[in-house]
């Protein structure tokens, strides 16, 4: 069972190069997220998709776009990557209502020089 | 902007001790709180949520809720070297969407 996958989980990009980050979860979930995370920042939201075909924005939305697939995948796209966008990057899905546990992925480290 | 306020840390705790991680936050419409534990260079994991104003306990793990001074706590008794990690504290914020604290890190020293 992989839970929430990631892929790259390294990448070095140059400013002004574009990349789209993937995630797939196999756990049925309809909601899914991205976060990225600083030091010293915390975790922030990105974009989210609350369902198949629908995706809004978080609290730091600029400079990124999301595809919802289909169920399963959630891409993260940057058309132009810039030095500030180095960081940290989670997807996520959300999992039981009642406990409202977000499952995480391992995280990509995306480096802009 | 909801906020979820954190001090950074570190805790510092001797093994055995109890350790408490605190967390207020904003939006007095809130009704879902949550712990996570991050271990350094991995994701964050749940280990605790609460609903209900009161305490709520797991095993060594304490979480306690004061909605009328927006106010969350996270104790862990008996303290062990492997409790060393940052603590999120997470808030709903509405649209099954969750707003995190910037994190506690917690050392506990043998």
């Known amino acids: 069972n992989a839970g929430v996958t990631q892929t790259p989980k390294f990448q070095v990009l140059k400013t002004g190069q574009s990349m789209t980050l993937q995630c797939a979860q196999d756990m049925n979930h309809n909601s899914m997220y991205w976060y990225r995370q600083d030091p010293g920042m915390g975790l922030r939201l990105i974009y989210y998709s609350a369902s198949e075909g629908t995706t809004d924005k978080g609290e730091v939305p600029n400079g990124y776009n999301v595809s919802r697939l289909n169920k399963r995948e959630f891409s993260l796209r940057l058309e132009s990557a810039a030095p500030s966008q180095t960081s940290v990057y989670f997807c996520?899905?959300?999992?039981?209502?009642?406990?409202?546990?977000?499952?995480f992925g391992e995280g990509s480290r995306l480096t802009v020089l | 902007q909801k906020e979820v306020e954190q001090n950074s840390g570190p805790l510092s705790v001797p093994e055995g001790a109890i350790a408490s991680l605190n967390c207020t936050y904003s939006d007095r419409g809130s009704q879902s709180f949550f712990w996570y534990r991050q271990y350094s260079g991995k994701s964050p994991e749940l280990i605790m949520f609460?609903?209900?104003?009161g305490d709520k306990e797991d095993g060594r793990f304490t979480a306690q809720l004061n909605k009328a001074s927006q106010y969350v706590s996270l104790l862990i008794r008996d303290s062990q070297p492997s409790d060393s990690a940052t603590y999120l504290c997470a808030v709903d914020s509405g649209y099954s969407t969750l707003t995190f604290g910037k994190g506690t890190m917690l050392l506990v020293s043998p």
């Open positions: 996520a899905s959300f999992g039981d209502a009642n406990t409202g546990e977000l499952f």
């Open positions: 609460i609903y209900s104003n």
